[in-house]
T-cell receptor
Framework: DGGITQSPKYLFRKEGQNVTLSCEQN?????MYWYRQDPGQGLRLIYY???????QKGDIAEGYSVSREKKESFPLTVTSAQKNPTAFYLC????????????FGPGTRLTVL | RKEVEQDPGPFNVPEGATVAFNCTYS??????FFWYRQDCRKEPKLLMS???SGNEDGRFTAQLNRASQYISLLIRDSKLSDSATYLC????????????FGAGTILRVKS
């Protein structure tokens, strides 16, 4: 089955810890994205990558880092510098980036204790 | 001004009702338009793309009005399973060639 997987589904972090969220896709999509969703708000773009070994900051990149070493994988690290990391994190991919439709993974719900 | 604005609702409607949502966008040069559906605590899923001529998919009809910069979604014969949050999404080249998501409109269909 083709699709996007994210792990873990739930993640609990102590303050001061870095954590890494996994995102894998087998859709052969070039572009991948990370969004954050807070209650009552739209999705906000953290980072995106349109090609392997290249990525760009989105609107709220501070306190986050990413890598894109393989086409299939786009992990997101939430660092201790992120002041309010508790949120629902969604990974998405699209065939070629730009303005086409995006397809989402099931998300990771991160809670800072 | 928000780039994509939606009435947050909730819209509470009985089964079988027809309900319409509107969404406005701020950039007249926006080029692609979508409606996504998001169930509680789940990921957004593409419901339909919106084309200039309008398009229909079963009980769902989407319209685009470029002159007034709004998109609409009409749901006919509402089902309980239509209860969800509907996200309006706009592709904006001036926003770095990326998609901009509205905060969503909550629909609750009751028996």
């Amino acid at each position: 089955d083709g699709g996007i997987t994210q792990s873990p589904k739930y993640l609990f972090r102590k303050e001061g810890q870095n954590v890494t969220l996994s995102c894998e896709q087998n859709l052969n999509h070039d572009a991948m994205y990370w969004y954050r969703q807070d209650p009552g708000q739209g999705l906000r773009l953290i980072y995106y990558s349109q090609i392997v070994n290249d990525f760009q900051k989105g609107d709220i990149a501070e306190g986050y880092s990413v890598s894109r070493e393989k086409k299939e994988s786009f992990p997101l690290t939430v660092t201790s510098a992120q002041k309010n990391p508790t949120a629902f994190y969604l990974c998405a991919s699209s065939l070629a980036g730009g303005l086409g439709e995006q397809f989402f993974g099931p998300g990771t719900r991160l809670t800072v204790l | 001004r928000k780039e994509v604005e939606q009435d947050p609702g909730p819209f509470n409607v009985p089964e079988g009702a027809t309900v319409a949502f509107n969404c406005t966008y701020s950039n007249s040069a926006s080029q692609s338009f979508f409606w996504y559906r998001q169930d509680c605590r789940k990921e957004p899923k593409l419901l339909m793309s919106v084309y200039s001529s309008g398009n229909e998919d079963g009980r769902f009809t989407a319209q685009l009005n470029r002159a007034s910069q709004y998109i609409s979604l009409l749901i006919r014969d509402s089902k309980l399973s239509d209860s969800a949050t509907y996200l309006c999404v706009v592709g904006d080249m001036e926003y770095g060639n990326k998609l901009v998501f509205g905060a969503g409109t909550i629909l609750r269909v009751k028996s």
